[in-house]
């Protein structure tokens, strides 16, 4: 008696199997989720050494443009001054937002108004194809086309801000396509189908409904494309001309903070001022990329189609 | 036709004309970069070109080592990154209820897949290359990459899984199947397709990054041989101790130091055989995903 009710209220194998299964998922949702708090936690604590070791003011590091962490300044303090990467990589980033967004609209205007079936069928390799070219690609083209065509329209050196944003221009394009495809997607026919039934033309219909109502998703779209450009490192490193100084015009060699990392960080030793600086560079990276993503979800959060 | 009408035509023609003169525009930009890389590539891609070492300082380098470097560490990217997304996307989609906890989860995701790879580099850098003192290795690269590929591969399993019709779900536990084995029966095959296709994409993202590589899996390769099959020695190809250049690393490196005499050339044959394996990889995923997906669903 006792035995046949041990064993019915025993969990059954499958129960067994099922909560197992079900460990082994959590395992890896844990494991994941540490792994990312370990590089923020790793990336903060080298970031904030060059100010809580080192007592560099962040008010210095945020405003002042003369970087030269290996060696001492006229006031006998180094100077850890990040402006220059910091302006750098918010005018790459803003131009080639500013280029990329009219073309991107336009061809997910294109792709899902003007000619589904045909255009998007002939354009969704191209998105494709254009997300799949590897970023040291991009900046190699750069390198050898855009840099020397710069140089002879513009004059000067041809590295600078106008080089780093057209290539990135030509990286974030498809990104902020398809995000713009999907967004405009969603937009509801009976939209299209009632502003057209009250006379407007195709055009109207684009530019005063569907834009309209897809807004909030094309900014999001666009928030996306910026934060690759802001991150984008190798391809940006062989155009801009990594000379740490705050851009004067578009065509002046430049540096951004992602360039700024790649170029020196193999330069430096583990734990001296130069190195702790270079981290607090990564640092302001980072946050650069947890600020695009509130952005992400306050726009989300505000232009839900209700 | 009154005059408001028609000026609204006019402007309707015009917009509709910049658009596709602004398409049209994209499609050149296309044209001409993919023309560009194989027109210069092309020609310098040899069975010489492919099968012999690079040289540091001379002319006539090939790009063996790197082609099987990029190849090797995708392979164990791979092997390490999916079982965690599969796992990480079962969980998401299959088991997570609304709470603050699987918020958390998703916004962690977001921020992985959101930082730029050169800080995932530099972590790899100061935790696997220095604290675990794993040295320039293909296995700190190997990681490295896996922290680019998860969030892109968890999103992609749990799209997949979500895809699958709820009444799938039903029926198996209508049948008395437990929520584990419905999920290994019934969902995770019905939802191969997606999965493969997810698998082969993120792969050719992997494939050309070269940020996060730079200071996990090293800028040289030591010397090796390709007849050593044993993992363990210093000069086999398969040892995964060894720095690795990757195909991508070496572009970056041949136009930044720049002290080989024909970088241009060997850079745009590099650059050409990163395109058609990029290529080749993309074409292979429809090919695979649509054959799954006949295989699976039993339609022809």
Redesign the interface.
């Known amino acids: 008696m006792n035995n046949i009710q041990k064993r019915l209220l025993k969990p059954s194998a499958a129960t067994h199997q099922d909560r197992r299964g079900r460990l082994i998922s959590f395992v890896c949702v844990s494991f994941i989720m540490i792994l990312t708090v370990a590089i923020i936690g790793f990336i903060a604590i080298h970031g904030l050494a060059t100010f809580t070791d080192n007592h560099i003011s962040v008010w210095d590091f945020l405003t002042k443009s003369d970087w030269n962490p290996g060696q001492m300044g006229p006031n006998g303090k180094p100077e850890v001054g990040a402006l220059a990467m910091i302006v750098a990589s918010f005018a790459v980033t803003l131009l080639a937002a500013l280029f990329a967004t009219p073309f991107a609209v336009a061809v997910a205007v294109y792709m899902t108004e003007l000619a589904p079936k045909k255009g998007a069928r002939m354009l969704q390799p191209v998105i494709e194809l254009l997300v799949g070219i590897p970023s040291v690609v991009y900046g190699f083209v750069g390198l050898v086309v855009i840099v020397p065509a710069i140089r002879t329209v513009f004059g000067g050196t041809g590295f600078g801000v106008l080089a780093g944003s057209i290539v990135l221009f030509v990286m974030i394009l498809p990104t902020i396509t398809s995000l713009t495809i999907d967004s405009l997607k969603q937009v509801p026919g009976y939209y299209r189908n009632a502003s057209l039934a009250l006379g407007a033309t195709r055009w109207q219909t684009i530019y005063k409904v569907i834009l309209r109502a897809a807004l909030p998703g094309i900014m999001t779209a666009v928030v996306f494309g910026m934060a690759r450009a802001f991150g984008e490192a190798l391809a940006v490193q062989m155009v801009i001309g990594n000379a740490a100084i705050v851009p004067t015009s578009l065509t002046s060699p430049t540096s951004t903070l992602t360039s700024q990392l790649t170029s020196q960080m193999g330069d430096t030793i583990m734990g001296t001022l130069p190195n702790n600086a270079l981290w607090s560079l990564a640092l302001v990276l980072l946050l650069m990329s947890v600020i695009f993503n509130v952005l992400v979800k306050l726009i989300g959060r505000r232009g839900e189609l209700k | 036709m009154n005059e408001s009408t028609t000026k609204?035509?006019r402007?309707?023609r015009w917009?509709?004309w910049?658009?596709?003169g602004?398409?049209g525009?994209?499609?050149l930009?296309?044209i001409a970069?993919?023309g560009?890389?194989l027109i210069t590539g092309l020609p310098h891609i040899s069975w010489h070109f492919l099968t012999s070492p690079s040289k540091e300082f001379g002319a006539g380098g090939g790009i063996a080592n790197e082609l099987f470097n990029s190849i090797y560490i995708l392979v164990i990217t791979l092997v390490i990154s999916c079982?965690?997304?599969?796992?990480?996307g079962?969980?998401?989609s299959?088991?997570a209820k609304p709470s603050w906890l699987t918020s958390?989860?998703r916004?962690?995701?977001?921020?992985?897949s959101?930082?730029?790879?050169?800080?995932?580099g530099?972590?790899g850098?100061?935790?696997l290359v220095?604290k675990f003192q794993l040295d320039f290795s293909i296995i700190s690269g190997a990681f490295a990459l896996m922290?680019v590929n998860?969030p892109l591969l968890?999103r992609n399993t749990e799209e997949a899984l979500t895809a699958v019709p709820h009444s799938q779900r039903e029926a198996g536990w209508a049948l008395g199947?437990?929520?584990?084995?419905t999920?290994?029966k019934i969902i995770l095959p019905a939802a191969v397709p997606g999965l493969v296709t997810g698998v082969i994409l993120s792969a050719?993202?992997i494939?050309?990054?070269?940020?996060a590589l730079?200071?996990t899996a090293g800028q040289s390769t030591p010397v090796i041989s390709y007849s050593n099959w044993n993992p363990f020695s210093q000069t086999s190809f398969l040892n995964p101790m060894r720095p690795a250049e990757t195909l991508?690393?070496h572009?970056?490196k041949l136009?930044?130091d720049g002290i080989t005499p024909d970088a241009?050339q060997i850079?745009?044959g590099a650059?050409a055989v990163?395109?058609i394996v990029?290529?080749l990889?993309?074409l292979l995923s429809r090919y695979l995903g649509n054959y799954c997906y006949r295989k699976m669903s039993g339609t022809k």
């Open positions: 609204a035509n402007v309707n917009a509709l910049v658009i596709k602004m398409v525009i994209v499609v930009i296309l970069l993919l560009y890389i079982p965690l997304a599969l796992g990480a079962i969980y998401l299959e088991f958390t989860v916004t962690l995701i977001e921020v992985l959101s930082l730029p790879s050169i800080v995932v530099l972590f850098y100061l935790v220095i922290f998860i968890t199947l437990s929520q584990w084995r999920i290994t050719g993202r494939f050309g990054e070269a940020a730079i200071f991508a690393v572009i970056w136009n930044t241009d850079s745009s650059s990163l395109i990029i290529l990889i993309i």
